[in-house]
């Protein structure tokens, strides 16, 4: 047959074979220029040592991340101990992260379920309205997230003038809200993956099981659940992984006891005081960080698949 198909319908011949590196030339130039060559720069530069009016010296050296993990003393000359200062902010990201996932999680999972369940003509609707907010800017709805939360904000006159409080709460810099604003700022990112795999879902499986005198919550536990795991765990790393480098919801909304990583590496790049090989180190132990956790993810999703 001239399409090389097979009775099974798996093609027997590759079409695109004589022109698939053409094809592919666009995607590798791409991630060349906007991933590879970037991370390679900063891996150089996690090596560099530190001038001291700001910028580098082409000197390599594991001072950077000998200052990460190693307190030294004031005048550096003392013995390594444990620097708990940079370690205790990544363990304060790795929870914020967490927790702002686990609340998007909480959210998004009935959100997407409600518009998979709606009539086709009306899920488009739906979608649209999750995605409108996010049309604008990132810093400019950080920014109103803090005018909503601030003690004279909106939140707070309703809540007093409801008489449900007798003084305003305290929000803004605090951790609740760094985690309100990292699951604003990321929700969708769970929302629609998890649509995506409700909608695909085939609930003729539901009504069978409640045929079978299933309860409501084992039909979700045991059914839908597992069915739709690829669409949780896909929304679960798009919102883990962002709000654990971010930098804006922490500046803006926390103060120096919710500081995060994303926010220590930022102020390592700004003005001539900064110390950009520290920045860099950082930045690579963050994404080595991310790299093995989503390895383990992945090997054990191949373990499942395979058992």
Do not use: H
Not at 98 to 123: D, E, K, V
Not at 182 to 189: A, E, H, R, T, V
Not at 200 to 215: I, W
Request: glycine share 8%; aromatic share 14%; with cysteine.
């Amino acid at each position: 047959m001239a399409g090389g198909g097979t009775a099974g319908g798996g093609p027997r011949t590759d079409t695109y074979a004589p022109v698939r590196l053409w094809l592919l030339l666009p995607a590798w130039v791409s991630l060349t220029i906007l991933v590879l060559a970037p991370v390679s720069m900063m891996l150089v530069y996690s090596f560099l040592t530190k001038e001291f009016r700001g910028g580098v010296i082409w000197e390599f050296s594991l001072s950077a991340y000998d200052q990460f993990f190693c307190n030294r003393g004031l005048f550096g000359d003392e013995p390594c101990s444990i620097e708990w200062t940079y370690l205790l902010i990544f363990w304060r990201s790795i929870w914020q992260a967490g927790a702002a996932t686990l609340l998007s999680l909480a959210i998004g999972f009935p959100t997407a379920y409600f518009i998979a369940t709606r009539p086709a003509r009306q899920r488009a609707l739906w979608v649209f309205l999750i995605t409108i907010p996010y049309w604008v800017n990132l810093l400019i709805r950080t920014v109103s997230m803090k005018f909503l939360l601030r003690d004279q904000g909106p939140l707070n006159d309703a809540l007093l003038g409801l008489g449900i409080l007798s003084e305003p709460l305290s929000i803004v810099n605090t951790n609740l809200a760094v985690q309100l604003g990292l699951f604003y700022s990321y929700l969708p990112f769970m929302v629609l993956p998890i649509y995506a795999a409700v909608e695909r879902y085939n609930f003729s499986l539901s009504e069978a099981a409640a045929d079978l005198y299933a309860p409501r919550w084992v039909i979700l536990r045991r059914i839908v659940i597992p069915a739709v795991k690829p669409g949780i765990v896909a929304g679960c790393i798009l919102v883990f992984v962002p709000s654990l480098g971010s930098f804006l919801a922490p500046d803006l909304l926390g103060g120096a006891k919710t500081f995060m990583i994303g926010s220590l590496i930022e102020e390592q790049f700004k003005g001539n005081a900064g110390n950009w090989p520290f920045g860099a180190a950082a930045s690579m132990i963050l994404l080595t960080m991310v790299l093995i956790l989503l390895l383990i993810f992945a090997r054990q999703q191949a373990r499942a698949g395979n058992g």
